[in-house]
C-alpha cells in the first residue's frame, strides 16, 4: 500500500532558533499522527541539531549532497556525510538545482545509485518548465528525466524511491496548474512504471505533488487517485499552515 506522505522543503530560509522552533511546533502536534508520513528537508546547517530530538514524528532530509563518500570538493557535503548528521532522506532532482546549478540527468542519476547504496531514502524531483508545457511537450519531457535518472534501477531499488511532481510553470509565477493537470500528470508517472516494471510497482510507490500545495487546494489534490501527498514549499514555513496540509488526507 503506498504511504502518504507530506514533505516541507524550507530551502534556504530560517535561522538556527526559528528552525527548531517551527520543528517543534510541528512535532507537538504530530506526535499521535499515523496514517502520513512527515518530513522536513532543512538548511543542512540545521539538521545534527534537529536530529537529536529523536522522539519526533517527522523525519528529516537534507536538500542536496555531492555524489561520493568523501574527497576534495570544497563545500560539498558527502552521502557518507549525510548519513552520519541523521538525514534519513535526500532531495534529488528538484527544479531548483536543475535550473540554478546545472544538474545534469547523468549527475542526478549518479545522486540517485549512491543514495540507494548508503541506504538513503530519495525524493527524486521531475517537472517541466512553462515552455514546454505551451508546446504541449510536458509528457515526454518528464518521462524522459525518469528514464534517464531512475529507470535504470531494479524494481525493488525503484519501490525505495519517492516522485514528487513538480509544475515548474506554476511555481512562484502567479499561474497554478489545475487538479485535473496534477491527477492527468501523476497518472501518466505511474503508467510509466507500470509499463518499464509492472503494475505491482508502480502503485508501490508514492508520487506527491510539488506545484506550490498549500492549506486551500491540498484536501482536493490529496482525493486525487494518484496523488499520494506533497512536496511543500512556502507553506512548509507555516507550523499552522503545514499541520493543516497533513491533516488535509
Request: glycine share 6%; aromatic share 8%; proline share 2%.
Amino acid at each position: 500500500m503506498r504511504k502518504k506522505i507530506v514533505a516541507g522543503n524550507w530551502k534556504m530560509n530560517l535561522t538556527s532558533e526559528e528552525a527548531i522552533l517551527l520543528f517543534d511546533q510541528v512535532s507537538e502536534k504530530i506526535s499521535n499522527q499515523k496514517s502520513v508520513d512527515v518530513m522536513v528537508f532543512p538548511p543542512s546547517i540545521f539538521i545534527s541539531e534537529l536530529a537529536k530530538k529523536s522522539n519526533s514524528s517527522i523525519q528529516i532530509g537534507i536538500q542536496n549532497f555531492y555524489p561520493k563518500d568523501k574527497g576534495a570538493y570544497t563545500g560539498e557535503i558527502s552521502i557518507s556525510q549525510v548519513k552520519n548528521i541523521g538525514a534519513t532522506h535526500v532531495l534529488i532532482g528538484h527544479s531548483e538545482r536543475r535550473a540554478y546549478f546545472n544538474e545534469t540527468e547523468l549527475f542526478l542519476k549518479e545522486k540517485v545509485d549512491i543514495a540507494l547504496e548508503y541506504q538513503v531514502g530519495i525524493v527524486f524531483c521531475c517537472g517541466e518548465p512553462l515552455e514546454i508545457r505551451e508546446a504541449n511537450q510536458e509528457m515526454t519531457y518528464v518521462k524522459k528525466q525518469l528514464e534517464d535518472s531512475l529507470f535504470h534501477l531494479s524494481s525493488d531499488d525503484l519501490e525505495k524511491c519517492i516522485i514528487a511532481y513538480e509544475p515548474v510553470w506554476a511555481i512562484g509565477t502567479g499561474m497554478t496548474a489545475s487538479i485535473a493537470q496534477a491527477e492527468e500528470m501523476h497518472k501518466s508517472i505511474r503508467s510509466w512504471i507500470a509499463e518499464k516494471y509492472d503494475k505491482n510497482t508502480a502503485n508501490s510507490i508514492s508520487i506527491l505533488y510539488g506545484g506550490s500545495c498549500n492549506a486551500a487546494n491540498a484536501n482536493e489534490l490529496f482525493a486525487c487517485p494518484n496523488v499520494d501527498g506533497g512536496l511543500i514549499g512556502g507553506a512548509a514555513l507555516d507550523a499552522e499552515a503545514f499541520l493543516n496540509i497533513i491533516h488535509s488526507f
